[in-house]
């Protein structure tokens, strides 16, 4: 692959909801500008975008493709992105790398939830965008329908710049209403338009030259005055109007098929601009913002959208460069975190494949291997200029398992695994939960979980899941005083310690106190101390349902010693008794984590989603419509919504989506608390 300046780069991603044909358009890009030799298809595992392992088991894209095409005095970096929503990090991170989206819509289905989450997205980034009508040549496809409810969901001048020719099934080509002529087959060969086609094509060309008159203010005065516009005028206008987001093109292919593929192909050459085009990017550095357009000739300015470990090449970091020249061989800044990278041999990435570059000019997006602390989200640049691009921000993870490793030899190489799985990926975390004592891997869905499990299986860690424990937490509700004796006299050295011990609540339910109000040496300065530490042990493993004891103040008035058996084991044996003496008889009580959630559903299914919150215990804070879809916010306990995802998407057929973040704790009802607690102690005695 030749070196491209920055004027002869175009970036775009493929967006949409799962199955709308994202990686099948790929396949078709690649194959018609001569890439690959025969299409790959998606079932069968040979397509160049879905390559790692678990997308051709699972059969569907789980993350960001690079896949780079020249066409004409061109390359066009073409970003394959996910569709399931778990990945939509995946998604963000991608459309911040390109100039234009082009969003798919399955002519058979229409607008899907997925559909509208990009488009949202696409929205953030200000970008323009494409939109693709695909499986064309589907028995079910009814693009008029199709069409209509693009129109319905979004905002926006939808202009189709083709009509699609056949009836349901037989999709032989389009119309093309800038040339005026029909392109037919899998070469798009030129053939005359259909003569009963002749009065819904003008009224459609009508529509494109109106699109590309109000593209351009010169254009609109001479269409006004009554004149004609040539075809390179209505193409000029057609892509300032773009350029302005005045219009969405609209564009018809099946691409399994090899159907259209290349008149969209010189659509996104002629449409979609240059990096030196696009928007600009805003960067940081010691004297301030600067904003920054794609130059070779300014400062270097990388910013790091996809890391992936590998088994066999080890890590590998997917860049876009935004500004200045990025040299192989070279020694380069993190900004992000302050330290030097060794950067090797620069590649461009087509699917798995690496082609070895010299250099990526400004705009360009590639690859290099085996940084050191680069991850997702950082900048790479010059020390002299230091510049870094802001990380996105991702919404909480709502879906978490409990892991542990299977054997001893998985469990040395869990953390360090785990954790480089979550520089990859920002959407997932890994945390040790000091109230369940559990490694928790938290994500955005069930499967973006699984997901990660199986990569982690891959690279030589053998993971077990199973649903976390709730994080409770055990307080007291009233003051109680109590005392305890510990004597042992077993031959040798004896001991002996007694304490009397008073509990109470501390407003507010959080934190400790440890307090002594003992007075003329009833236990000697040295072992107060002691007693403590006996006390944080219970205060770790609970008294009630082994969850962590918290909103305690602990009070030593008084207490005994032995001159020669009183020692520092014998007064933590006294205070880890005398405390859980003590809490269990102040009205112990559970505390449960409560969440406030935030559902978004078509308003069809509100209903449903209210009802279900009602039995989760759920307290509705509020409700809201906004384009057809109905926002319902509550707090609910962390134990109802544990699986909320897979239920979510079943009874609102994957339409419905939902935030999660922690408010505060509560107590839990009494009829529910001795469930738990009955449930610990059966835990206990099996173990």
């Known amino acids: ?29 690649l194959f018609n500008t001569g890439a690959i030799n025969r299409l790959g298809e998606v079932l069968q595992g040979t397509t160049v975008s879905d390559f790692d392992e678990e997308e051709i088991k699972r059969g569907l894209s789980l993350s960001t493709s690079l896949i780079p095409l020249e066409h004409g ?12 929503t778990d990945f939509m990090g995946e998604v963000r991170n991608a459309l911040r790398s390109v100039d234009a989206a082009i969003v798919l819509v399955d002519a058979s289905s229409g607008v899907e939830v997925g559909t509208e989450l990009v488009w949202e997205y696409a929205d953030e980034f200000d970008l323009p965008r494409i939109v693709v009508i695909s499986k064309m040549d589907r028995d079910i496809a009814r693009p008029d329908h199709t069409l209509d409810t693009i129109k319905n969901a979004f905002e926006g001048n939808f202009v189709p710049l ?60 001479k269409y006004l005055e009554g004149e004609t516009l040539t075809d390179e005028e209505v193409a ?89 020249t990025f040299q192989a061989d070279q020694r380069y800044q993190n900004i992000t975190r302050g330290e030097e990278e ?108 699984d997901v990660a499990v199986s990569r982690a299986a891959h690279l030589g860690v053998e993971l077990e899941t199973r649903t976390p424990r709730v994080p409770y937490q055990e307080t007291v509700t009233k003051v109680h005083a109590t005392q305890y004796r510990h004597k042992k006299q077993t031959g040798g050295a004896g001991q002996f310690a007694e304490v009397h011990l008073r509990v109470e609540p501390i407003e507010g339910g959080e934190g400790f106190e440890y307090v002594s109000e003992v007075f003329g040496g009833a236990i000697s300065q040295s072992f107060l101390p002691s007693i403590e530490k006996g006390i944080k042990q219970v205060m770790e493993q609970g008294v009630i349902a082994g969850y962590p004891v918290v909103g305690v103040k602990a009070i030593v008035y008084d207490g005994k010693e032995h001159p020669v058996d009183s020692k520092d084991i014998a007064f933590q044996i006294a205070g880890r008794e005398v405390f859980k003496l003590a809490v269990q008889e102040a009205d112990p009580v559970l505390m449960e984590p409560i969440v406030n959630i935030r559902v978004t559903v078509p308003d069809a299914n509100m209903g449903d989603v209210m009802g279900d919150l009602s039995t989760r215990r759920a307290q509705i804070q509020g409700t809201d419509s906004q384009g057809g879809k109905s926002i319902i916010t509550a707090q609910v306990p962390l134990a109802e919504v544990q699986r909320y995802s897979t ?21 839990v009802p009494s009829h529910i608390m001795q469930e738990i607690i009955d449930k610990a102690k059966r835990e206990e005695e099996e173990e």
């Open 73 to 84: 005095d061109n390359k066009i970096n073409v970003l394959d992105t996910p569709g399931y």
């Open 342 to 449: 060794r950067v090797g041999p620069v590649y461009v990435m087509q699917g798995k494949d690496q082609i070895q570059v010299e250099r990526l000019h400004a705009g360009d997006i590639g690859a290099v291997a085996k940084l050191n602390v680069t991850v997702t989200g950082d900048t790479l640049g010059d020390k002299g200029h230091p510049l870094s691009i802001e990380p996105l921000s991702f919404p909480s993870p709502v879906f978490s398992v409990a892991v542990s490793p299977k054997t001893q030899a998985d469990s040395a190489k869990m953390g360090p695994t785990l954790t480089r799985l979550c520089e990859e990926d920002p959407t997932l975390s890994w945390r040790q939960d000091p109230a369940t004592k559990e490694a928790v891997l938290e994500g955005m869905g069930d499967t973006h979980v």
């Open 162 to 221: 083709q009509l699609p020719l056949g009836e349901r099934g037989d999709f032989p080509g389009v119309i093309d209403l800038v040339g005026m002529r029909a392109l037919m087959g899998e070469d798009s060969t030129p053939a005359d338009i259909p003569t009963d086609m002749a009065a819904a094509v003008e009224a459609a060309r009508l529509e494109v030259v109106e699109a590309a008159a109000e593209g351009d203010d010169a254009l609109l005065e």
């Open 236 to 324: 000029q206008g057609l892509r300032t109007g773009f350029l302005s987001r005045a219009y969405v093109p609209v564009f018809y292919t099946a691409a399994t098929a090899n159907l259209a593929i290349r008149p969209l192909l010189d659509a996104i050459n002629t449409l979609c601009p240059s990096p030196a085009a696009g928007n600009p990017v805003t960067a940081t550095g010691p004297s301030g913002e600067e904003e920054l357009t794609a130059s070779d000739a300014g400062p270097l300015v990388a910013y790091v959208f996809k890391t992936v470990a590998d088994p066999y090449v080890g890590r590998l970091t997917y860049l876009h460069v935004k500004s200045g």
């Open 1 to 29: 692959m030749k070196e491209y300046g920055t004027d002869n780069l175009r970036n775009v991603a493929l967006i949409s909801h799962q199955g709308a044909g994202k990686t099948s358009l790929a396949e078709a890009l």
């Open 647 to 667: 239920e979510l998407r079943s009874f609102t057929q994957g339409r419905g989506v939902y935030t999660l973040e922690f408010d505060r704790y509560e107590k």
